[in-house]
């Protein structure tokens, strides 16, 4: 049964009270009334021992609780922040806890009664606080293994303090102040004992403490690492108090509350400590910062720590009264384990490492150097593991002749005092449960156990189980049951099934902290019935993966290859090739030497052909063909000299190799070399580099290189050069040999620059020079770069609509000034026909559409080349005319209503008043900030299919990676933004930034008028909106986006969202990159930033749906149904076929604030910057779609005109891709009607 306080959490924010011992100090207590009669002989002195004010002064203590009341609290702590053993010894008040903390417990008991109400009850939080003690940390620097107190003295301490607390009747238990999460863990599992042991369950709540402006606990956990740790545990609510004040504490209160599934609270400091360690913050200048809180929907219970008081509390109070609490989000279902630092497991994780170098039974030389008591020569192992790529380290000391138990112990203890191996998570390795056990209590993060099994039956299995989970650790399961070792498909599959089951719906696991390990067997003995060994592992890792859901899979990866335990070679092909079949079947994890794992397409074909033939049981002799092809593999483990053997060529051929290859590492120097050898950097251009730029231009033509490697290309070309010059300088050689010069620019008003970089780098690869103007640049500044550098040809891209006409005034002014150069046209908005109907008459010269960047080295070509020039002249005059002449066919012959009629034929829906019951009040309306969204969350969410369209690799998401033309370089291309992705995060090169509003709203005609308040009196603003006109079947309806909001004749009351969100940081580093001549990493970082701006829309409006309008509270769709958009609501953006009109921005910017906000601006064009942005309107009806409006006649966009109070002009300039009709023909038959 839920417990009131629970209840009361959904409908409102409680207020907790504010600090006890500042109000304590207020009344300047003596010795003599901390001694009180009880210890008046007591040998040391007590004055600061607050706790035992309780038993000396209950009348003190009694009145500050009553003053909490009174000033609006609904929660009032004990007051036994250090009445634990522990904290009490120093005053020699050990054996007086529980009389304590049981005292104190009544104090607050009859204070909260007495003030308590039927309407509004009050309760009382025991205070558990952290001790004086840490169980993570040394207190002798020179002793890192040491600790003075232990988990089992903790929780011994802990259990008293809480049996007595309990005792005296509080309502719920509040561990606070968590500078060290062992503690806390100590904390939560003595409360669990003190449950089972009949004291009866109240709620419990736990607070941390950031300790200073790196965001991390005095331990050295980051915030999203410590709610990982506890997350197991059944909280009422997650917080954080003291150290800091509300200012500082802003960032974090805001990530928490974007963590957390439960309830969140927050007391902080009433500032930082001045210099006499007072508190200076006023109960006015705490609220200005506590009040976002608040508002935005940050937190669930607030309240003060240290300096804070009863006037404090008032002010909290009168503030939190009225808003809603915060809505918790959903749980997380991703695996997610911690050290120091998160681990979380998402979809696009490929593998995690886990490193075996940390095991007596995986490494002799971590063995021996453990036998030997070199703990610290041990602790190196793991770092090499950690900087080696492994994700976890598997610690295993189960050897007959070492005490398991205390090397556990030990050298959990030491690593915890090495931030960059403690960072990462640890998996408990060991047969005994003594020293899985020991291990947990070393372990302040959330690790894993491995292992556990049925072999001593259904209920050990699950007593044992249920211990891990006490701990909050995952669990690796290993396919053994009473009757032995699974060594076959069957019996693994049954086995993991049945120990799934026990642990989900008996031991209370999440599916996502069960591991199961289907036992990796050694092939390749020559024994019959082992040859299926790896093939069973794969197919039941496949069967797990498809059966058990949220399950993970993890092996023993070495195990498979034991048998050729002799040959090193053949054993890392093995692991390749085994990793790379069991990870596509599903395989999650594994434990490896990270190090040393070679990558499957780095395998030599017959090597790899042999191992598979055994891995996948091909052949019935694969074995014996191993065994004679191992004879003649070189031993050893693989070197980087034997991949790098093109390194001993002629420099000639090394620099073509790099071209070729995209290899930068050597290119300066052998750059020098070819400049000693041919005498001139010159040469050196001319020669070897120019001839490695041929045969990359040579196979990007030909289909048998990809765009990707194409820039890599580049940017080694660009180093050569770049190092070069100095040489061409110093001999005045000026530049060398090119096939022509380009102009490049992105028009005036738009900031769109992605596509127009990569055409430049093509070009640049095949031998012409590239002047490269950026975006928004004007006419005048390309026409005379153009005239500067004597252009043979010049090109123009644009992203927005706008741009279209733009670079028709462009053309118009070629024309003017009498010139003939070409103008190529290219940009995701642009098209043949466009360039035809509208581009190409207005210019004289060649006018020509390019599709993309591998049809522009061609299209360049032909321009330039005299003899090709005519002839391409010809075909695209011939070309266009066609085009154009089917333009005005399909004009004449489109058949589009006429705007009236085409009103009339709205949904009937619309003004049928019994149609909106569906409408959901907002929880909460206007503009907010959105709470800073993580860029893991984002990344997890990006759709990938848009990211490989930038790189012009055809395919859809995830079949590319196994097309068989261009699935390799998908694969590697993945892999290179997959690890900036991992330096965007950790390095934190990018920012997210959202701002959203819910409005009251209402339609009126093709209008949604946005309103200034709830009672939809005054207009705010008008969003005017298009209809389609174009003619359908009598079922289907004209539409426009202002369908998809209540008539405001119906009395309905509906609402209108808006948004605006931004990625930061991206154009700065870009810079950066191109500065060192990486266009490669330049291009990749801005094409992920724009996948990561769609991935904050597409979260954001996540959270919209389901919390902040919460009219799909109950949705739950995974990564592909939000992707195809399976949910209700849509959010259509201007400048996009349903909203073709970008003049909304402006009054949606205006709206939201949004430029103060985000950061976002509008150029001249109506587009953002920086690029990767997007924004748009939010509808919530169930019928909203997203759809094209299509060719709009004349008699709308006049209408539309005198709506949005422009010109018909400027409406056409505006809509000018939308248009339906000849804009000029029409003005003139106006002009001769009015004539």
């Given amino acids: 049964m839920e417990h009131p306080i629970a209840t009361h959490l959904r409908e409102r924010i409680l207020v907790l009270d504010g600090a006890m011992g500042t109000m304590i100090q207020r009344h300047a207590l003596g010795e003599a009334a901390f001694r009180g009669e009880r210890f008046a002989e007591h040998p040391r002195d007590l004055m600061g021992a607050n706790d035992v004010l309780a038993l000396t002064r209950p009348d003190l203590i009694r009145r500050i609780h009553a003053a909490y009341f009174t000033a609006g609290a609904d929660i009032v702590e004990t007051n036994t922040f250090n009445a634990t053993r522990l904290g009490l010894a120093e005053y020699a008040l050990d054996d007086a806890v529980a009389d304590i903390n049981r005292a104190a417990a009544r104090l607050a008991r009859e204070a909260a009664d007495a003030a308590a109400t039927p309407e509004r009850p009050r309760w009382v939080a025991g205070a558990i606080g952290p001790t004086n003690r840490t169980a993570s940390l040394s207190p002798d620097v020179e002793r890192p293994g040491f600790r003075n107190v232990s988990f089992d003295e903790l929780k011994e301490g802990y259990r008293e303090q809480v049996d007595a607390l309990l005792g005296g009747g509080v309502d719920l238990l509040l561990i606070e102040t968590v500078f060290d999460t062992l503690n806390a863990k100590a904390a939560l599992v003595a409360i669990e004992e003190a449950f089972e042991a009949g004291a009866g369950r109240v709620p419990v709540m736990l607070s941390g403490t950031i300790t200073d402006a790196s965001g991390r606990t005095l331990s050295g956990q980051t915030l999203e690492a410590f709610w990982t740790s506890v997350e197991h545990a059944d909280l009422l609510a997650i917080g954080l108090n003291c150290a800091l004040g509300p200012k500082e504490l802003r960032p974090y209160v805001a990530e928490l509350a974007r963590l957390a599934h439960v309830p969140t609270l927050v007391y902080p400091n009433a500032g930082l400590p001045n210099a006499f360690g007072g508190y200076d913050e006023t109960p006015d200048s705490m609220l200005r910062v506590m009040r976002e809180f608040l508002e935005e929907g940050w937190v669930n219970l607030v309240g003060g720590c240290c300096g ?19 809505a918790p989000g959903a749980r997380d279902s991703r695996p997610r384990f911690a050290g120091l630092e998160p681990l979380v497991i998402r979809e696009d994780t490929n593998f995690v490492n886990v490193g075996e170098r940390t095991n007596v039974t995986g490494s002799r030389r971590f063995a021996r150097l453990v036998k030997g008591d070199d703990f610290d020569a041990a602790v190196e192992i793991a770092r090499e593991q950690v900087q080696g790529g492994a994700q976890l380290i598997d610690v295993n000391f189960d050897e007959g002749l070492l005490d398991a138990e205390a090397c556990m112990a030990r050298f959990l203890d030491l690593i915890a005092a090495e931030p960059d191996v403690a960072r990462v998570p640890v998996m408990l390795d060991s047969s005994d449960v003594r020293v899985l056990e020991t291990g947990l209590k070393h372990v302040q993060g959330k690790g894993v156990v491995n292992s556990l099994s ?18 909050g650790a995952a669990v690796v399961v290993m396919c053994f049951d009473e009757r032995g070792q ?55 890792t496949r069967w797990i993966k498809a059966n058990l859901p949220g399950a993970l899979v993890s092996g023993g990866i070495s195990n498979v290859s034991f048998a050729f335990r002799s040959h090193p070679r053949v054993r890392e092909a093995m692991h390749a090739a085994f990793l790379y079949h069991a990870i596509r079947a599903g395989l999650d994890m594994g434990i490896v030497n990270p190090s040393q794992l070679e990558v499957y397409e780095s395998v030599p074909a017959d090597l790899l052909e042999h191992v598979e033939d055994v891995l996948l049981a091909r052949r019935p002799d694969a074995t014996e063909r191993l065994v004679a092809f191992a004879a003649t593999v070189e031993g050893g483990v693989r070197s980087e000299a034997a991949d790098a053997q093109w390194r001993d060529a002629p420099v000639e051929e090394r620099l073509r190799h790099a071209l070729v290859h995209g290899v930068a590492d050597h290119v300066e120097a052998d750059a020098e070399e070819a400049y000693q050898r041919l005498g001139s950097g010159l040469a050196v251009i001319e020669g070897p580099l120019m001839d490695g730029m041929n045969v990359v231009g040579d196979l990007f033509g030909a289909g048998k290189m990809f765009l990707p490697q194409v820039v890599k290309s580049a940017r080694v070309m660009k180093r050569a050069v770049a190092y070069l010059t100095p040489y061409l300088e110093a001999a005045s050689a000026g530049a060398a040999r090119s096939a022509g010069t380009v102009v490049l620019a992105t028009v005036k008003g738009d900031v769109h620059d992605i596509g127009k970089n990569i055409v430049g780098v093509v070009l640049g690869c095949n031998g012409y020079r590239v002047i490269d103007l950026g975006v928004m640049v004007p006419a005048e500044r390309i026409l005379a770069t153009a005239d500067e550098e004597s252009a043979d040809v010049i090109g123009l891209s644009g992203l927005i609509t706008p741009s279209l006409e733009e670079m028709v005034r462009f053309a118009d002014e070629m024309q003017r000034r009498g010139l003939a150069t070409p103008l190529l046209i290219g940009g995701a908005t642009t098209s043949r026909a466009h360039t035809a109907v509208k581009i190409a008459p207005a210019y004289g010269a060649l006018a020509m559409h390019v599709l993309d960047a591998s049809r522009a080295v061609h299209a360049v070509a032909r321009a330039i080349a005299p003899e090709q020039r005519d002839a391409l002249r010809a075909e695209v005059d011939e070309q266009y005319a066609r085009l154009r002449e089917q333009h005005a066919a399909r004009q004449d012959a489109a058949q589009l209503l006429g705007y009236a009629e085409a009103r009339r034929r709205a949904p009937a829906w619309r003004d049928d008043a019994g149609a909106w019951d569906h409408v959901h009040r907002p929880r909460r309306l206007g503009v907010r900030r959105a709470v800073p969204f993580a860029l893991e969350e984002l990344v997890e969410r990006i759709d990938w299919g848009p990211f490989f369209q930038a790189w012009e690799l055809a395919g859809r998401y995830p079949a590319i990676l196994d097309d068989p033309l261009v699935g390799r370089q998908a694969r590697a291309l993945l892999a290179d933004a997959r690890e900036m992705l991992g330096r965007i995060v950790d390095e934190r090169w990018l920012e997210a930034r959202a701002v959203w509003g819910l409005f009251p709203a209402a339609s009126d005609g093709d209008d949604v008028v946005v309103y200034a308040g709830e009672e939809r009196l005054d207009e705010r603003l008008r969003l005017p909106m298009l209809r389609q006109q174009g003619s359908k079947r009598p ?7 202002a369908d998809y909001v209540a008539p405001s004749d119906l009395g309905v009351a509906d609402w209108v969202g808006a948004f605006a969100v931004s990625i930061h940081g991206a154009e700065e580093r870009a810079v950066a990159f191109e500065r060192e001549h990486d266009d490669y990493q330049a291009i990749l970082l801005k094409v992920l930033a724009d996948r990561l701006a769609e991935a904050l829309a597409e979260r954001l409006h996540e959270r919209i749906r389901t919390r902040e309008w919460g009219y799909a509270a109950d949705e739950r769709l995974d990564l592909e149904g939000l992707l195809r958009e399976r949910y209700r609501g849509i959010r259509p953006a201007p400048g996009y076929p349903a909203c073709p009109d970008h003049t909304l921005k402006p009054r949606l910017f205006d709206l939201l604030g949004a430029p103060d906000a985000t950061g976002i601006a509008l150029t001249e064009s109506l587009a953002m910057t920086p690029a990767s942005a997007v924004s748009g309107l939010y509808f919530a009806h169930p019928e909203a779609r997203y759809f094209g409006v299509g060719k709009v006649l004349r008699d709308q966009v006049v209408d539309f005109a005198g709506r ?5 002009e400027e409406a056409e300039r505006w809509l000018a891709p939308s248009l339906g009709y000849d804009p000029d023909r029409a003005a003139r038959s106006a002009a001769d009607e009015a004539a």
Avoid: C
């Fill in 308 to 326: 804070t008081t009863p006037e404090h509390i008032r002010a909290f109070a009168e503030a939190a009264r009225g808003l809603a609490p915060r």
């Fill in 454 to 471: 049925l072999k001593e039956g259904e209920a050990e299995f699950l007593r044992l189980a249920r211990l891990v989970r006490r701990y």
């Fill in 486 to 540: 699974a060594d076959s498909l069957e019996r693994r599959t049954a086995i993991a099934e049945r120990a799934f089951r026990l642990l989900v719906d008996e031991a209370g696991f999440s599916p996502h902290d069960v591991i199961i390990d289907p036992n990796v067997l050694t092939v390749g003995t020559g024994i019959a019935e082992h040859d299926r060994y790896a093939l069973d592992f794969i197919e039941a």
């Fill in 1035 to 1041: 079922d289907q309806p004209n539409l426009s986006l």
């Fill in 1204 to 1208: 949005a109070g422009m010109t018909v």
